[in-house]
């Protein structure tokens, strides 16, 4: 594997994107941080200067540390990419988690982007073998999951799961690559939800055979017992409203799906009818909570 990544494009300015961009900037990483819709990557952008400056009022980080990674960042529409003039070392797609819009993302930018270029994505279920298929052959030497975690700058563990064609020395130089920068990577198989989504679909799931109906009471309850008594930093409905009830959604369909509808990984009815009425967690200000800014 042949150099070190001093430049990635992350697609899609959303809550993982923006976060990813964020943590790059930290790690002296040049980013650049685009969306389909220029202005939400643009908004993404002061979101991040606004959460730097807080941090250096918290004495997190410096001024002049602030002023480096500010360099290191910019955003733009993905239309303005200029793949000819200023090619990623890598790519980490985090767009809406669909199948069918990531791999309409990949193949075409699989026909822009020079052999170099690194393809990962950040899905938190679809397989990474599914995905791979929008490329050529030669593009799935260089072509794999990066799973980041929410918040990304925060969070340390970053999946790394490895592609049926990825190459074995770009998996350790992407290891190695992390450890250096201050994450905890993990190998994973290619299997549904990986390991952490796997494992924490019976965190959700059961916790939702708990209350089996909607009820603030039994909501905050579970929440609190898991975090006093279980140790959990979060109790499963709160980290469902940081993550997103979408998304959490999809990715239970997913692995459900591909475990060929196994019971124990099952959607709950209350989920669809959250994400129906567009109550979709801290994003829209309403989930299992209330949420002022
Ligand atoms: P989000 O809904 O907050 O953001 C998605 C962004 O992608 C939006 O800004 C949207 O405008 C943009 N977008 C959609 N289609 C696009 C396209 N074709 N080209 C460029 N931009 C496009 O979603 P979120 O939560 O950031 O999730 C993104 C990905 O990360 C999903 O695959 C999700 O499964 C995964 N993920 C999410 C986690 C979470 O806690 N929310 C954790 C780990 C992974």
């Known amino acids: 594997m042949d150099g070190t990544i001093k430049h990635a494009l992350v697609i899609g300015a959303g809550t993982m994107g923006k976060g990813i961009a964020q943590w ?3 790690s002296g990483v040049r980013a650049t941080l685009c969306d389909l819709r220029g202005e939400v990557a643009v908004a993404a952008h002061k979101d991040i200067e606004l ?4 941090l ?3 004495g997190k980080f410096t001024s002049e540390q602030v002023d480096k990674m500010g360099e290191c960042l910019n955003a733009i529409a993905l239309s303005d990419v200029d793949a000819a003039n200023d090619a990623p070392d890598l ?3 985090a767009i809406v988690e669909s199948i069918e819009a990531k791999n309409k993302l990949f193949t075409e930018l699989d026909q822009s982007m020079p052999e170099k270029t690194i393809f990962a994505s950040n899905t938190s279920s679809i397989p990474i073998a599914r995905l791979a298929l929008a490329v050529t052959p030669k593009r799935r030497e260089r072509f794999l999951g990066l799973h980041f975690f929410n918040p990304a700058p ?4 970053v999946e790394i799961i490895k592609g049926p064609g990825t190459k074995s020395e770009l998996m350790s130089h992407l290891y190695l690559w992390f450890q250096s920068k201050g994450k905890k990577p993990a190998i994973c198989a290619d299997s549904p939800g990986f390991i952490v989504n796997r494992v924490a679909r019976n965190f959700y799931g059961e916790a939702f055979r708990i209350i089996k ?3 603030p009471g039994k909501v905050k309850a579970v929440d609190e017992i898991m975090r006093t008594c279980g140790g959990f930093k979060m109790g499963p409905f709160e980290l469902m409203d940081l993550i997103g009830i979408d998304i959490n959604y999809d990715v239970t369909q997913s692995v459900w799906r591909d475990f060929f509808l196994e019971p124990r990984f099952a959607p709950h009815p209350l989920q669809r009818k959250m994400v129906e ?3 979709l967690g801290k994003k829209t200000k309403q989930g299992f909570y209330h949420h002022d800014d």
């Open 213 to 215: 109906h909607e009820h």
């Open 91 to 93: 790519i980490i797609e």
């Open 56 to 58: 250096v009022q918290k």
């Open 24 to 26: 790059l900037a930290q």
């Open 277 to 279: 009425s567009g109550r």
């Open 154 to 157: 925060i969070m340390k563990l």
């Open 51 to 54: 959460s730097w400056q807080k």
